[in-house]
């Protein structure tokens, strides 16, 4: 079956590459670095005698998820270096900003495509020590070769949904022989271990989500800070993370709600996808709503009252638009998309709204709603209802976002857990 699969993609190959080409006229980062994805790096990395460490992240989730691991790993070996990979120039950018504390001990790339050749070029080149692959890259080609050159295979705050469980099912022997390559499975939760065990990994550990180990950054307060003074005493309901379908029913809710909702309610709506800002903003003033997108505002001065809508379209402010709302719905989970993760805003002791489709990360949603710290909404009209209840509320929303902070408090450590698997891993 990797035969065919490897085949599959040497014929693919002219297509994945049009399809980047094409990307790239709206996201011009698509159209770099083409060499690193098949496998071509330059110069040899110096060999500094110390152990490489490389971390797999594709996207901005994923790269941020890695915060807390990467800045542990670094500390733990003074001496060594990261290599840290993804897929998306939004998930290469996202690294630079996190990871430019670290200077040269941190390299970026991207990662190959899943060919043995272009895997092997990979390895040879950067001679990693481990490969941490983070929640849900699962490789055939990639896992192979590093057990071919005997570099362990650490999937990193692993999480496997009924969904995804079966669709890798129906891979059948591609995906089993994939897993059992695997040398060790550091899930979040009981049950993605369970899941991960039917698929033939060997080795599965429960560690919980390393996202609860993230620590705000003060630039980021910083930041929120500054959009608040701007902003003033206006509420701010924030929809964070949204997807394609959802803002079209949020925005024509909120504009029905306004009534309901407090005098003045900013909604600061953030899209996950940046290639979708423009996008945004037209269905934004379809609604006759009038907006301000964040790269044009000058928080030196005070937000024009007549602003309905703040269009987040800056990359790694997540954290200060958080800091900067009074109710934070996080999306992707109006539509049956699986939900985004709700920590960050739980981090901040911010009121969250959930949607009805959270099935990427249920049992931490379940979790953050049995806590108290969460409310599930049906639909966008509901959104705005339960948002109107806490925005008049200030009690109600001071109790939620306190259950939240609790909730998220209590969770930490899985960064200490997953470093001292890694650490045996290293030292076999």
Not at 119 to 124: D, G, K, Q, T
Not at 213 to 227: C, E, H, I, N, R
Not at 292 to 308: C, E, F, K, V, W
């Amino acid at each position: 079956m990797r035969w065919l699969y490897s085949l599959l993609w040497w014929l693919a190959l002219p297509l994945v590459l049009a399809r980047l080409w094409l990307r790239g006229r709206r996201e011009p980062g698509y159209r770099r670095h083409w060499g690193e994805r098949l496998g071509v790096y330059g110069a040899a990395v110096p060999d500094a005698g110390a152990p490489v460490l490389w971390v797999h992240a594709v996207s901005v989730g994923e790269t941020r998820a890695a915060e807390p691991l990467v800045d542990a790993l670094l500390a733990a070996y003074p001496h060594g270096r990261v290599v840290l990979t993804h897929m998306t120039p939004t998930g290469r950018e996202t690294g630079r900003t996190l990871f430019a504390k670290h200077g040269t001990r941190l390299l970026q790339a991207y990662l190959p495509y899943d060919t043995g050749l272009m895997v092997a070029s990979f390895i040879r080149h950067f001679t990693p020590s481990i490969c941490i692959l983070m929640e849900t890259e699962v490789w055939p080609n990639l896992i192979a070769v590093c057990g071919q050159r005997g570099v362990p295979v650490l999937l990193a705050n692993a999480r496997l949904s009924e969904r995804s469980l079966a669709k890798a099912q129906r891979l059948g022997t591609l995906i089993r022989e994939a897993a059992q390559g695997i040398t060790l499975v550091a899930a979040q939760t009981a049950a993605d271990a369970a899941r991960a065990r039917t698929l033939g990994v060997p080795r599965v550990e429960v560690t919980g989500s390393i996202k609860f180990d993230v620590v705000v950054p003060p630039a980021a307060l910083a930041v929120g800070a500054s959009l608040r003074a701007a902003i003033g005493a206006r509420p701010v309901l924030l929809c964070a993370s949204t997807r394609d379908g959802e803002e079209a029913p949020i925005l024509e809710a909120f504009r029905r709600a306004r009534a309901a909702l407090p005098a003045k309610t900013l909604l600061l709506i953030v899209p996950r996808h940046p290639q979708r800002f423009d996008d945004v903003e037209k269905l934004i003033g379809w609604q006759g709503l009038n907006v301000q997108r964040r790269s044009t505002l000058d928080t030196a001065a005070p937000l024009a009252s007549h602003i309905d809508v703040v269009l987040g379209d800056s990359m790694g402010e997540m954290f200060a638009y958080y800091d900067v709302c009074d109710v934070a719905f996080v999306g992707g989970s109006l539509l049956p998309l699986g939900g985004q993760n709700l920590i960050e805003p739980a981090a901040l002791g911010k009121p969250v709204l959930i949607g009805p489709h959270t099935f990427n990360f249920e049992l931490v949603t379940e979790d953050a709603v049995a806590a108290g710290g969460a409310l599930r909404v049906a639909d966008a009209p509901a959104l705005m209802a339960e948002a109107a209840r806490l925005l008049h509320d200030q009690q109600a929303r001071n109790a939620i976002g306190a259950h939240a902070l609790a909730f998220a408090n209590q969770h930490r450590g899985a960064t200490a857990r997953t470093l001292a698997l890694l650490s045996s891993l290293l030292k076999r």
